[in-house]
Each structure stands twice: as structure tokens, then as C-alpha cells.
């Protein structure tokens, strides 16, 4: 299980990296969009300042323009690349000529039948966006659960995505997520608890150490 910082803001990125347990960074259109910078420019940034996977998202629509943008988003990023290509038809189109040479995601499953595909082509990983998932049809604990079922015993892993607190986090994971990429304030509310606080706190107002 790894995690990953889903954000396009370099700063975040920065500070993230210092923490010693975060793998790389999972990007979109969107979070792109909001970094101050062009997206060239801040792909350049966090390759620079991440030691681990990059992940961008393919934004052309068609056929010769997806595998054009990719060979350019191969170009730009390098071997830190992992491609986040549409679970469209086209999307599919694509994976089945990209996957092979390039580490590739299916972004934006909604079915179990679209991981089934993913499987076939040899995609590395599937992303599902839990809670949105969950505010639009339901329960994205049980689509992740539904995935689990499928990508069992192949190479293909679950990313989770659009995960919007430590509970839902954990949750995923227990419903069969292999990964989580989390927003910045999740990652550091992952590492904290009142009580931990309060526990330590009490430790070192009655205790002694080798320093203090």
C-alpha cells in the first residue's frame, strides 16, 4: 500500500515530500488548473520535487490526439510518469497501444464492468473516486469492494481517489483499496488524534527523558 498527495500546488508538494512516507503525486485537469502556474511549468516543478510516480491526465478527447499528448506527457515527465487516461471507449482504445509501453491508470471507473477491461488490457492500476461516487450513486465502498472481487490475482491494483477524510480513508482500504491518493489536509489529519496529543502531552508532563 502506498500513498499518494493529490494536488497540482507545488508548495504542498514541497512540504509533503519532507514527510518521508508519501510516494509520489496524482494530478488532474482540474488541480492543474488551480497550481498559479501552466501546467508545463508545474509538472517540471513536482518532478523535480518528487522522488516517486507522477500522474497526469490525459485531456484530448480522440484517438490521435490522446496518443499524441501522452508521448508529450512522456516527453516532459520521463520515466516518473504514470499516465491517468479516461474510462471512455476512446480511453480504452488508447490503453490497449499505451500500456505496454508506459505505466497507465484508468481514471473515473464507475462499474466493475470497466475494470474488467482495464484487467484485459493490462493496465497497472484502476482509480475510483469513492465519495464521488458515493454522492452520485450510492456507495463507493461497494464499487471498490466489486473491483477487489475482479482484479483479484492480476497485476492490476485499485487507486482510490476522491477520499475526503481519515475514516473514509481507512475504510477504503478495508473494502480491498490497494492505494489512496488523499488531498494535503487529509494527509495530515492522518497523522494526528486529540487523544495522541493528549496522551503525550500528559507522558512528558509527569515523565523524564535523556534530553529533558
Not at 484530448?60 to 496518443?67: E, R
Not at 516532459?76 to 499516465?83: C, D, F, S, T
Not at 475510483?128 to 477487489?148: F, I, P
Amino acid at each position: 500500500m502506498v500513498l499518494y498527495l493529490d494536488s497540482a500546488i507545488v508548495t504542498e508538494a514541497r512540504v509533503a515530500s519532507k514527510f518521508g512516507w508519501i510516494s509520489g503525486v496524482t494530478t488532474n485537469p482540474t488541480l492543474l488548473a488551480k497550481s498559479g502556474l501552466s501546467p508545463e511549468a508545474t509538472l517540471k516543478e513536482l518532478t523535480e520535487i518528487i522522488s516517486g510516480d507522477l500522474y497526469y491526465q490525459l485531456t484530448a478527447t480522440n484517438f490521435d490526439d490522446m496518443m499524441a499528448e501522452a508521448k508529450a506527457a512522456w516527453k516532459l515527465i520521463g520515466r516518473k510518469i504514470v499516465l491517468k487516461i479516461p474510462a471512455t471507449a476512446t480511453g480504452f482504445q488508447v490503453l490497449s497501444h499505451l500500456s505496454g509501453e508506459i505505466n497507465c491508470s484508468v481514471t473515473g471507473i464507475y462499474h466493475p464492468a470497466q475494470v474488467v477491461v482495464a484487467k484485459e488490457v493490462g493496465v497497472k492500476y484502476v482509480i475510483a473516486y469513492v465519495n464521488r461516487y458515493t454522492r452520485l450513486l450510492g456507495d463507493g465502498l461497494k464499487l471498490v469492494r466489486e473491483m477487489a472481487r475482479v482484479v483479484e490475482g492480476s497485476s492490476t491494483e485499485i487507486l482510490a481517489a476522491s477520499v475526503k477524510s481519515p475514516d473514509e480513508a481507512v475504510a477504503t482500504l478495508l473494502a480491498g483499496a490497494d492505494h489512496l491518493t488523499l488531498p494535503f489536509s487529509v494527509l495530515q489529519a492522518m497523522t494526528t488524534h486529540e487523544l495522541s496529543e493528549q496522551t503525550f502531552k500528559e507522558f512528558n508532563e509527569k515523565g523524564k527523558g535523556i534530553m529533558w
